[in-house]
């Protein structure tokens, strides 16, 4: 209510009360002019005093109905400072008219409180309205938000039973949702992927949450077959499970990219590989030996006791046959750094020492090998691990700046993990999640590739400031079917 | 020696083989007694004719010269191998010595080095660098061998186990015969025991031994140092 009609209301209570005071007060204003005239009541008797008390029961239900409850009360206590002195000291008849008074203050208590009682009745059923129209309103908005995710949303009971299911799961499975639900998701499942769920599910049930998106491979309408990244959720009622909800995003074009990234990769190391192996042993077998021969048959020459050769020529020869020995030395130095033989004929730990030395001597650092006594390793192994480390001591030599450099193999059950610790300036290992490729980073990613296709795994540990340490694990014996040969 | 020196030859290059065996051919002293294309043949040969000296070459197909010397030292453990090398730096010679030959040369060697090393080789003497027998001994120090061989060790007398500790200082033969006050004679007659007791056939394999079987220690080391000094 606006305060202007609250003002007039007032007003208008105030002006009524003095009005019906006026009139319950005739016999003492009889005296004065024109209000003396006008507010006689006699010829009416006592039926006007009771019409006055009617009158004040209307003021305090007109006030606390328009105005409110305080002025209710207040016009309540008004009226009775105004009727109790008339009924008591100027009625004709004291006991009837103070009985008649109260009557009326009672039944103006009771409208006051009548009132008040709709208010608050009306004042809680506004509140739930609104509370239901909000309620309407997020329910709304969730199922918006359900509906139209671009992530594919379901649940499915734990009969596998899919509940409900948004528009997403159409562009993952092919389905409509309609279609969806009430199958079951096993339908939806190579034996492959059944497998993955079952164990989802124990652990789930166990209780144990899965906080991770995992990997899954589902059987679309069309038969064919989509990689899709799914978050699982058990669902309880009353602490009792009773369903499964799923989150999936599609990235089979993602796999897809990645899984032929790796492959160039893969087959980009092996080419590699296979052309340094053969280029070092063309060197090796052919030229090299070439180059040998014709310095023993000089060496024959100079040395026969017999010769028939001048001096002079034999100081030419001998030169001849050192320059031989110069070439015949520098190939087999190109032969060795395209396919290091120390590796293939006295294994990794030899040939990390050499690399070593060769670094130390270069950057004049310490680099020092510390290992366990190692089994004999599969050359695969002996091969993946030192191109890790060849890499790892390049970028050591050309970003690092690092004064100490620490390889160590170790045995740990089955798998040899082999750490390259420095202590130069290191990096931000956030510089190497996105495009590893744009960056021209592919020291690290050929590493990462190496130490998976031996069935290993490669860790970087970096800050700026800190050094750099790289660990490379790969199980010693690797399954056959898993091995892919570079030799 | 009255008798002459028994060499087998083995490299997989015939005309570079050939060029060996003319190398040797025109010593008095030394004979060829075969030759062999490959790793598996040197083996063959090897435990058939029981030479005295395989002269080798490192790179060959079938089994390369390391995998052939571990089969021979375990066939024929008197048969010295002297491994001709492409590469000779530490790290790689290391190897060589640890499958058990008894010495090295480059590939690139001049006839006569090569006819020299066979030599000193038969008569027990060193044919390795200093540098190499001391980073032998440091190596060898990082493994821990485990307790020494009491059966070896009782098996040597005192002066064979001081001979074998100047062994490792890379002393020659001669000088260890004028800081022992013996005669040369009896001192080459001293190594020839030691070898035959190690069951080796050169100086070099009687040092791996030694360090392997835990004869000598970082204190007997430190006693050359100062011997050297």
């Known amino acids: 209510m606006s305060n202007r009609w609250r003002i007039f209301h007032i007003c208008a209570l105030v002006l009524i009360f003095i009005i019906l005071s006026a009139f319950l007060y005739d016999k003492l204003l009889a005296g004065l002019p024109i209000i003396g005239q006008l507010t006689t009541l006699s010829s009416l008797g006592t039926l006007g005093y009771r019409i006055v008390r009617f009158a004040y029961i209307l003021l305090i239900v007109y006030a606390s109905w328009m105005i409110g409850v305080k002025s209710g009360i207040a016009t309540l206590i008004a009226s009775a400072l105004a009727m109790l002195p008339q009924a008591i000291f100027l009625s004709s008849d004291p006991v009837d008219s103070v009985i008649g008074s109260l009557a009326a203050l009672a039944i103006g208590g009771l409208g006051i409180a009548l009132i008040q009682l709709r208010r608050g009745w009306r004042r809680q059923r506004q509140k739930l309205r609104g509370i239901s129209v909000a309620l309407r309103t997020s329910q709304e908005s969730y199922e918006e938000l359900f509906t139209n995710a671009s992530d594919a949303i379901w649940v499915h009971d734990l009969a596998g039973k899919i509940v409900i299911a948004n528009n997403a ?319 | 020696m009255s008798t002459k020196i028994r060499i087998l030859i083995a490299d997989d290059h015939p005309l570079l083989r050939e060029a060996l065996c003319q190398v040797f051919s025109s010593e008095k002293d030394m004979e060829i007694i075969g030759q062999a294309g490959n790793g598996e043949e040197a083996v063959a040969m090897t435990s058939q004719l029981k030479p005295d000296i395989l002269v080798m070459d490192i790179m060959m197909p079938k089994f390369d010269g390391l995998e052939a010397s571990r089969q021979i030292k375990k066939i024929a453990p008197n048969t010295a191998i002297l491994i001709l090398t492409a590469y000779d730096d530490d790290n790689y010679v290391l190897g060589l010595l640890e499958a058990g030959a008894a010495g090295y040369l480059m590939k690139s060697a001049r006839g006569h080095d090569l006819v020299e090393a066979v030599r000193a080789i038969r008569s027990g003497e060193s044919v390795l660098h200093p540098k190499i027998i001391e980073k032998l001994l440091k190596q060898a120090m990082i493994k821990p061998s485990g307790p020494p061989d009491r059966k070896m060790k009782d098996l040597l007398s005192d002066r064979e186990m001081e001979m074998l500790k100047l062994l490792a200082t890379g002393m020659s033969n001669k000088e260890i015969a004028d800081k022992l006050y013996l005669s040369l004679r009896t001192v080459k007659a001293h190594m020839s025991n030691i070898f035959t007791k190690m069951n080796v056939a050169s100086r070099s394999e009687a040092l791996v031994e030694s360090l392997r079987k835990g004869l000598l220690t970082l204190d007997d080391i430190k006693e050359h140092d100062s011997i050297a000094k």
């Open chain 1, 169 to 487: 799961c159409e562009k993952v499975s092919g389905y409509l949702p309609e279609e969806l639900i009430g199958k079951s998701v096993a339908q939806l499942m190579s034996r492959e992927a059944l497998v993955i769920a079952r164990e989802v599910r124990t652990k789930l049930m166990k209780g144990q949450a899965i906080d991770q998106r995992y990997d899954q491979r589902i059987i679309k309408k069309d038969g064919t077959e989509a990689v899709v990244e799914l978050f699982t959720r058990l669902i309880r009622s009353d602490g009792k499970p009773i369903g499964f909800q799923n989150i999936a995003r599609d990235v089979t074009e993602e796999r897809r990219l990645r899984d032929n990234l790796r492959l160039q990769i893969h087959n980009t190391l092996m080419a590699q590989e296979e052309e340094r192996k053969r280029i070092a042993r063309e060197l090796h077998d052919d030229i090299a030996q070439s180059i040998l021969l014709l310095s023993r048959e000089l060496d024959m020459l100079i040395s026969q006791s017999d010769s028939k050769i001048p001096e002079d020529s034999i100081l030419e020869l001998e030169h001849i046959e050192s320059i031989a020995n110069n070439a015949y030395k520098s190939l087999q130095r190109y032969a060795r750094d395209l396919r290091p033989s120390i590796l293939d004929q006295m294994g990794l730990l030899a040939a990390l020492n050499w690399l070593t030395e060769e670094l130390g001597k270069e950057l004049k650092i310490q680099v020092l090998v510390k290992s366990d006594n190692l089994p004999a390793l599969p050359s695969e192994l002996e091969l993946a691990m030192f191109r890790i480390a060849q890499e790892a001591l390049n970028n050591i030599r050309k970003h690092a700046h690092a004064s100490n450099v620490n390889i160590s193999l170790k045995i740990m059950s089955n798998n040899l993990r082999m750490s390259i610790t420095d202590d130069g300036k290191g990096f931000s290992t956030s510089k190497l999640t996105g495009d590893l490729v744009k960056q021209g980073k592919l020291g690290v990613l050929g590493m990462e590739e190496r130490a998976r296709l031996i069935g290993g795994s490669l860790q970087i540990k970096s800050a700026p400031g800190k050094g750099t340490t790289v660990i490379a694990r790969a199980p010693i014996w690797t399954r056959q079917k898993e091995l892919v040969s570079f030799i």
